[in-house]
């Protein structure tokens, strides 16, 4: 994106990629002949950048299929008057969590013992934590409350339920993929691929822009404020693994059933209908936090079955015989970043900071990665131009 608006400003750009393709955390891969999400897949209606990237580039979008029941696999709350105790006290929950995100409370304790005294009833509690799960890819005791409720802030409405999704950033895919825009993006530009930067200085450039995430930052030798480098030394991140199964039909719509599955404890947190438009079933299950950084420690064969025996009880027992199944884990890499910080997105001297981690709005998100991108090109510009 950064080299985009440079080359229209008017920049020579050279973009060094270490990976052997252009996307980084978009891959889009094939599963039964159907283009899968690896990485980043959706755009959500609060999300202005991404759907003007996408017009701009001839990227078309669909909506998320969401049609039918979602299944919340709650044993605890079984019956209806349960189920209501517990959509009432996620309800209060979720306008107590609202309400303080506006005015986050200075507390870098962890999230869990925050929620355990804050949220009295247990099923509530288990959603509100699944829902942290989901968007960190964490545990809550990995999560400070403050990282908590200012990634709510700047990520649109928070809603932490599944079947109330609106505004939580799913509404849409990508026809082809979200990597397409990256492909998109890079036709055009001088783009050279496998080439790893150790060092800034090595580059015989004016500016250069470190548009990668802090884990990879750190490992670059640049002169950056001390603030800066506090915040790469202290970056962690979550782990979330993709797990996808391809069908010869979509039997769970036969069962007036949506695909979409919200489950607050067990290997698999949620599951969600990553159907091509038109023909083709495939579902995608989510294995996050501490199952996902354990998962490359287990036989291939067993995480399938595991996998699968879940999806089945969730959906049925077709769900158990895909004719197709795909997992891509970012556990290793570490992609979602639990806490982002002011102090990693200034300048230093003539090295700018972009990557999605360094964003106002929606940091972690493609659209936080076009706001950076767009904010270093300026910054570029401006001192090349003089203006
Ligand atoms: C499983 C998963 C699901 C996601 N779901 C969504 C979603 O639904 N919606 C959404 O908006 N976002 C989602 N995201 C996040 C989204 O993919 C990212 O926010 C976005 O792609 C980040 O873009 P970026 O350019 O900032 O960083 P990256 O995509 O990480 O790009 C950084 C690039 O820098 C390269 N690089 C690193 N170090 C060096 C070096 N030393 N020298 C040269 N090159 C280097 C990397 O290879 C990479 O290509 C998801 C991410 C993952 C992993």
């Known amino acids: 994106m950064c080299a985009r608006r440079l080359v229209e400003g008017g920049a020579r750009v050279a973009v060094l990629e270490a990976r052997e393709r252009v996307g980084g955390r978009l891959h889009t891969g094939t599963l039964a002949g159907a283009a899968i999400d690896r990485g980043g897949q959706w755009m959500s209606v609060g999300q202005p950048r991404l759907r003007a990237l996408a017009e701009e ?3 078309a979008s669909f909506p998320q299929r969401r049609a039918g029941i979602a299944v919340i696999d709650e044993p605890g709350a079984a019956g209806r008057l349960a189920q209501l105790g517990a959509a009432w006290a996620t309800w209060r929950a979720t306008r107590r969590i609202t309400a303080l995100m506006r005015d986050p409370p200075d507390d870098d304790g962890p999230l869990d013992a925050w929620l355990a005294r804050t949220i009295p009833h247990p099923a509530a509690r288990a959603r509100i934590a699944m829902h942290a799960e989901l968007v960190f890819a964490a545990e809550p005791a990995e999560l400070t409350v403050r990282a908590y409720l200012e990634r709510l802030a700047v990520t649109g409405r928070f809603a932490p339920v599944g079947p109330e999704l609106p505004g939580g950033g799913r509404e849409h895919r990508f026809a082809g993929g979200a990597q397409a825009l990256a492909l ?3 036709e055009g530009l001088d783009v050279q691929l496998g080439v790893q ?3 800034v200085a090595e580059l015989a450039a004016r500016h250069v822009v470190l548009a990668v995430p802090p884990r990879a930052a ?3 030798a640049a002169d950056l404020a001390p603030e800066a480098r506090r915040f790469l030394d202290g970056a962690r991140t979550g782990a979330v693994v993709k797990c996808f199964a391809a ?3 979509a039997f769970w719509r036969d069962a007036g059933l949506s695909g979409e599955v919200y489950a607050p404890s067990g290997l698999v ?6 159907s091509p438009p038109g023909d083709g079933a495939i579902l995608l299950a989510f294995v996050v936090g501490a199952a996902a950084r354990a998962w490359g420690s287990r036989d291939p064969a067993e995480r399938r079955a595991h996998v699968l025996a879940e999806l089945a009880r969730f959906l049925g027992e077709p769900a158990a015989h895909p004719i197709d199944y795909a997992e891509a884990d970012w556990s290793a890499e570490g992609c979602v970043y639990l806490a982002t910080s002011p102090s990693w997105r200034p300048a230093h001297g ?3 900071i972009a990557g999605t981690e360094s964003a106002v709005a929606w940091p972690g998100y493609m659209e936080g990665a076009i706001e950076a991108g767009e904010r270093a090109a ?9 203006r």
């Open 218 to 220: 750190r490992a670059i």
């Open 247 to 249: 069908y010869d039909r």
């Open 269 to 274: 947190r949620a599951v969600v209908d990553a």
């Open 184 to 186: 998109r993006l890079a």
């Open 350 to 352: 003539t090295v700018h």
């Open 197 to 199: 930067v150790r060092a």
């Open 378 to 386: 300026g910054e570029v510009l401006r001192e090349l131009t003089g």
């Open 57 to 59: 580039l001839g990227v």
